[in-house]
């Protein structure tokens, strides 16, 4: 049971309209959107910007969702987990390279390539202290990933451990996050 009120149906124009970008986007208003509904502010930002995260952009979705995963997995917020292993691997990734996400595995994992431990090391040393992330390590990332990729990779790391938390902290639960086909 959520901690907080689900709005069902949007009284307020900005969630009425946040509930049409999730419902274009998901197929559906995900429990965590029926949430932040009770904010209209707070729904209409997190919902635009969790619609854009859950996309392709600079970055390819399936690595995002994998950098998703080890984000809530390296904070302990396990909101959405489950929807967010299946997108993975609907979007192509291989169900063991998710796996090896699950701990340290990553790091020598035939999965992985140097461009993307980098990038989940940053998910790492983000999750302990964001402002201590080594300059060897953003030299390391700026090997592989341009400025504008960066950018991204830092924002879904960072959304996504603020998402987590809201979710776990407010007993969210969203089995499923998309209702429509991702591909």
Sequence with gaps: MTATAMIQQPEHD????AF???????????????VLG?????????TAFFAQSLQEG????????????????AVGAYYGYGAHEQLAVALGNAPE?????ANSLWRT??????????????VEQIGIDAN??????????????????????TAVITTFIMIGRVGDSLGVSDPVLFTKPVT
């Design 97 to 101: 390279k998710v796996g090896d996400l």
């Design 58 to 73: 600079r970055v390819s979705w399936a690595f995002k969702e994998l950098v998703i995963l080890k984000t809530l997995r």
């Design 132 to 153: 201590a992330v080594p300059d060897a390590l953003w030299e390391r990332l700026r090997e592989h990933w341009d400025p504008g990729q960066l950018i991204e990779l």
């Design 14 to 17: 900005e969630v009425a309209r």
């Design 20 to 34: 049409r970008v999730a419902e274009a986007h998901f197929g559906h208003v995900p429990n965590l959107v029926r």
């Design 109 to 122: 994992s035939p999965h992985f390539d140097d461009a993307e431990r980098a990038v989940l090391e940053l």
């Design 38 to 46: 009770t904010n209209p502010a707070m729904c209409r930002t997190i």
